[in-house]
């Protein structure tokens, strides 16, 4: 999150090109087993790719996790941060499904959102079923979730940001969206006066929420991460408060017509 766009840009462009010429296509990169770019994911992660009497798992186009009865009506897509596997968010989108929330994990290009961020265009199709959808990333994934909901607002009501924030000149003052922003007060990489910062873009009833001692990395299950700090919160304990915070918007967006599990 802190490298500046004019020194990024180009090994962005660079990256899928010199894939191609090994003859890696840029699919899905979990179901494409191109899983060596990817951060690997801790056994907790794919524990909760488990479908239960509670949850059910679907992975057939994208990672989707759904209460097991019943017919959620909200949905969260959610865009992970640069070259981190989908699946390290799994935990969180479980305890979110348990809820009675619909939640996507988007897999992406390479592992970068900014690659794919109309991403969501197709996920919204597949599911129309979902009247009220937020969308929301980590890291990277929420500047892309971001941008995407400047130009389409009309198809969403909320937007999360995790550990995350708008590029500059993304502006969603007059988004009419409701907008949580989750930080770590810890975060090494996206800078907490950063997330601040950003409120100038945001509107003015963003709820902006700081995990005290939580850190960049601990908004998944994936490991430590250069250049993030160490956190002061469990992993465990920051992943409950990042849950409960997604899920205030999630409940905050609902339709009233929405079924529980």
Known sequence: ?????SHRIIPLLLFPMLLAACGVQPS????????????PVMAEAREALRSTAEVRVDSEQEIVLSPATGSPRTGLI???????????????ARALAQRGHRVILASMPF???LFNGNAADDIIRRHPEITAWAIG?????????????AEH????????FWASYPASGTDLKSSGLKVVSIWGTRDGRSKPEAVRDSARWLPTDT???????????????????A?????????EEQQRQIVEATAALLEAIAPSAATGP
């Open 78 to 92: 959610l865009y992970p941060g640069a070259s981190v596997d989908p699946r390290a968010y799994a935990p969180a």
């Open 137 to 149: 990333g980590h890291s990277l994934g929420g500047v892309a979730a971001a941008s995407y909901a």
């Open 1 to 5: 999150m802190s490298i500046p766009a």
């Open 227 to 235: 250049g993030d700090l160490e956190a002061t919160l469990s992993r």
């Open 153 to 160: 607002s009309e198809k969403l009501k909320g937007l999360v």
């Open 28 to 39: 899905d990169p979990v179901k494409a087993g191109q899983k060596w770019f990817l951060v």
């Open 111 to 113: 592992g970068f959102s």
């Open 207 to 225: 709820r902006f929420v700081s995990l005290e001692g939580g850190n960049h990395a601990q908004f998944g299950w994936y490991g430590a991460q």
